[in-house]
């Protein structure tokens, strides 16, 4: 477990969370405000007051005219402190759009742990940067039984920090799979050829479910708003079209396939959101950036505080 304090007390948290978490009743991680920006201080930083009061003077006058004043002001007046000093009506929208997934964040990883039926045990390890790391060697180590080498971990660390990086901007998907392969290779290599066919189902299933859901989180944490809106876009349109047009299964033969099978692990993190949150994603990502920059700007800080 990583050696932070404040990390093991959230993570503590969600495992409690994760384990008595039932569809229909969230627990407190819904409810929860900003605590994974407190946890990773990682808060955006606030813009000078000035830039701030200018634009809430600015957008106050649409209120004034007949536009519906804002449930929360808070979240108006949150949304105006992030897109404050932006020109660019996409970055405004991407602003808003990362700020969502960081908002639902805890919410997402209860819901995907319970989905995909991930021991409780995992939570501890999603937050460190060896994730990947300790997830292949424990496949190849301690499941396989293959003998600790120092180059097969060096392999396995300059593929982590390759996959966290994700330069050529991957869906979460298409970089377990070179885990997959990484484990696959690696066994057949050491134990024989056809070995990795032979490896259990369940921790090798519970594995790469984990590193999956490890990049997911790093995608919202460790990158920009253009890289959030990128990732969660390709995801949701490579599940669309597994869906439409599903890959043959490659399961070994004799084995049972699911049609579609694939749909579920190409969904973005933001398919565990909560019904209210994906649809203020969508609303978001479809506003018109062809509207005049005022109206553009009022319907989106209108619509993150209405939210």
Known sequence: MCDNRANYSFWKRLKLSYESWVDGGLTPLERAAGLWEIVYGQKNEDCSVPEVEKLEEQHSTDFAEGMRPPKDPARFKEATKLIAGLSSKKAIKNVLIKKVHQNNLELAIVRYMAYEELPAYYASILQCPNCIDRLTEGMLYKVCKIKPAEHISRQIKDLSVSLRGNADRLTAYDRVSFVQ?????????????????????????????????????????????????????????????EYHKPRPSTAPLGKKSWRRWRVRHLRPLSYYFSRKNRSLLRALKGLDENIPSEQFVSEALNLYANA
Do not use: C, E, W
């Open 181 to 241: 392969l990484f484990i696959h290779q690696t066994v057949d290599r050491h134990l024989g050829v056809g070995a990795a066919k032979l490896i259990p189902v369940v921790p090798m299933k519970n594995a790469l479910s984990a590193v999956r859901l490890h990049l997911s989180i790093l995608d919202v944490l460790n990158h920009g708003p253009d890289y959030v809106v990128q990732i969660d876009d390709s995801s949701n349109a490579s599940s669309q079209l």
